[in-house]
């Protein structure tokens, strides 16, 4: 229940000031009026208090549950700004999200430059990069150190890469152990790629690779130092790179990309590679039978393990993401049911119905469930 309205809180803030600044008759009186001033007018909305608890638990089913029970009327401008701010991080549309975050933004509080942060995100996921470092450019990085990866980010995306590398090392600097920290990285690696500065690229790689930071993206990693190796024109560790990375990440995006340079490295006669090389253990045999189990589907269509279908795009972009960061190659596409629109994300393509399985298989590992389905 609300202790006391937004309108008594200006009051007592008014009596606070009167108090605090210009004294009174009778000190203790005075002093008395001050305490009770200062109780009150930080006196927190309960509901608003619970939301905000479950907020800190990552609980976002309690916090959808109880955010409407808020009576909005009665907050103070503090309290409006972090009630915006909870409401745009449970709206599941990408629009109203950035709708309430800016609300939140028209009323001053410590809320301010997280809500920065977050529209900045979303306008990131959605390619405006203008827009998103309007917002990043306004926060305060010392007290929000990741704003600094994702000016990085969008700087890589702008091809501004001098200051995506400036941003990424200052993000690293700063010490925070986080696992956007291996992301920074191959930010700065990718930048010096894309200028064809591949021996500062491969510095940036080996260091990494060898680092308390190397988890979740150990196959770019590995496919990364392959190309600039390859670029390098030295062919024969590209080479073994390349097989390392099929070796230990099977059925990956960059499984088929280090595949695929193989071939290149073959075909061109730039190194010598057997037939055993382009092969996942090195000594393989594929029997007749197994050939016939890994024919392409004749009916031109491909193999995809469907991993779950949302209302909102901006849901099934975070899922998109998600197995990106494990290395995993997937796609959205759009499919009508019970006459509902619904983005459907798969894992994929594979050529056959042997690698989805596999796929399916290593997947079920990280206790994802997946289904085979069969499309252009």
Known sequence: MKLITKKTKDCLYSIFCEVFFRGSKSFYLGFLILLFSVSILFARDQTLEKVSLAFGKS?????????NKVDVSNLSKNEKSEYYFYLGKTSIEGEKCVSNLKKSLEYKSSFNDVARLEIAKMFFLERENEQ???????????????????????????????????????????????????EAYLCISESFIRQSMFLR??????????????????????????????????????????????????????????????????????????????????????STTEREKTKQNTNGLKFYLQAGAFGSKSNAKKLVKSFK???????????????KNLQIVAVGPFNNKKDALSAKKILQKDKITTYIIERK
């Open 59 to 67: 609980d976002w089913n309690m916090v959808k549950k109880i955010i």
């Open 132 to 182: 998103s470092l309007f917002y990043l450019l306004k926060i305060n990085y010392k007290d929000l150190p990741e704003t600094k990866f994702w000016e990085a980010k969008n700087y890589l995306q702008n091809k501004k890469y001098a200051e995506s590398v400036k941003s990424a090392q200052k993000f690293i600097e700063i010490g925070i152990e986080t696992s956007l920290v291996e």
């Open 201 to 286: 690229a491969l510095n940036t790689l080996q260091f990494l690779k060898d680092s308390k930071f190397a988890k979740n993206y150990k196959a770019i990693t590995l496919f990364k130092i392959g190309f600039c190796y390859e670029n390098l024109e030295d062919y024969s560790t590209a080479v073994s790179f390349y097989r390392k990375l099929m070796s230990e990440h099977r059925y990956t995006e960059y499984y088929y990309q280090a595949e695929t340079r193989l071939y290149y490295i073959k075909s061109n006669s730039l190194a010598d590679i057997s037939m055993s090389d382009l092969s996942v253990s090195g000594n393989e045999k594929i």
């Open 325 to 339: 960061k494990k290395g995993y190659s997937s796609i959205i596409f759009p499919k009508i049911k019970n006459e």
